[in-house]
């Protein structure tokens, strides 16, 4: 066994305007680079788990370890591999904290992702699928507050995730060659509880059965190969309408993007992030350079021309 691994996570973003916590989509910037979280293992025969964070966001974290949820996923993982198998004890982790926290870009499962994969990974793997997402969704609902698997699923195992509410169930979806996914980070932060908070504990039923009916004929466009009547649905009834006044500037945007040619425009997950669905290379870099010189806040902020991440979490 190798003293050190090293596990990269992809961001992801949520809801995908139609399929309101039952979507999520992988994200991989089509310049190569990585938008996600690094998980680093390292044996030095620690008496107990040791944990440092570096990258860009590390700020944003905790400074007590015990309070980071990359720990708390080290000691859940420690005490379930044991049933399972012997062997298992604790290691040198750094958490390279890539993602913005609360930008809707799937921060958290990033991070519990990489984690957990990589201690599967350390310890010949004594945890099958269904138990890692179970683990993974167990922390992810002790950040949130509820069980969703639409940031976990896509970051552990790529591509276009339909997830179902309060479970493990997940099933992957076709997401169209040509598409390309521009998303932009304002740099600043939306807490997932308080964006919740803002939208109402009843919708009419009207709505529901439009919404339910949208976001069928969402998943049977993209499996008939109808990648035009795809993009028509992507329009959220449910959350956008009362989350957009949370982001200033993403109405703007919207109708800016949409201008440019972007077939649809969105809130990535709770937002701030926005993204735009492009066929074009020409539009996607169009939208890039308004949504950098227009949306942009801080000196911090990005935005990014992106692909379907179709690998998931993997060692590198």
């Excluded at 998980?39 to 980071?68: I, T, Y």
């Excluded at 200033?248 to 077939?263: V, Y």
């Excluded at 169009?286 to 806040?297: E, F, I, S, T, V």
């Amino acid at each position: 066994m190798s003293n050190t691994l090293t596990v990269y996570a992809p961001a992801s973003t949520g809801n995908l305007s139609v399929g309101f916590d039952a979507l999520g989509l992988a994200l991989a910037p089509v310049d190569g680079s990585l938008l996600g979280d690094l998980v680093h293992l390292r044996n030095r025969n620690s008496r107990d788990w040791q944990l440092d964070v570096q990258g860009p966001f590390k700020d944003a974290l905790p400074e007590d370890p015990e309070l980071n949820v990359v720990m708390k996923c080290c000691r859940r993982f420690e005490s379930t591999a044991r049933n399972f198998v012997d062997g298992i004890f604790p290691l040198d982790v750094t958490l390279e904290k890539m993602l913005p926290v609360g930008s809707g870009l799937g921060s958290s499962a990033s991070s519990i992702v990489a984690t957990l994969v990589a201690l599967n990974n350390w310890f010949g793997r004594p945890l099958n699928r269904p138990q890692l997402l179970s683990l993974m969704a167990e922390a992810e609902g002790g950040i949130s507050g509820e069980i969703h698997l639409d940031n976990i699923a896509p970051s552990l195992l790529g591509g276009l995730r339909l997830c179902m509410s309060d479970s493990a169930i997940q099933e992957g979806l076709p997401w169209p060659g040509r598409w390309q996914i521009v998303i932009c980070w304002p740099g600043t932060r939306i807490d997932t509880h308080a964006a919740r908070m803002v939208l109402p504990e009843k919708f009419n039923r009207s709505l529901l059965v439009a919404h339910g009916a949208q976001f069928a004929r969402f998943v049977h466009a993209l499996h008939v190969g109808d990648s035009k009547t795809a993009a028509e649905c992507i329009n959220d009834m449910i959350a956008e309408p009362h989350r957009q006044r949370l982001l200033p500037g993403f109405t703007d945007a919207r109708k800016a993007l949409t201008d440019l040619g972007a077939l649809s425009v969105g809130i990535s997950g709770s937002g701030p992030t926005v993204f735009a669905i492009v066929n074009d290379s020409g539009v996607a870099q169009a939208a890039r350079h308004w949504l950098q010189d227009n949306y942009c806040q801080s000196e911090r902020a990005f935005a990014t021309i992106c692909r379907a991440d179709l690998a998931g979490a993997r060692q590198v």
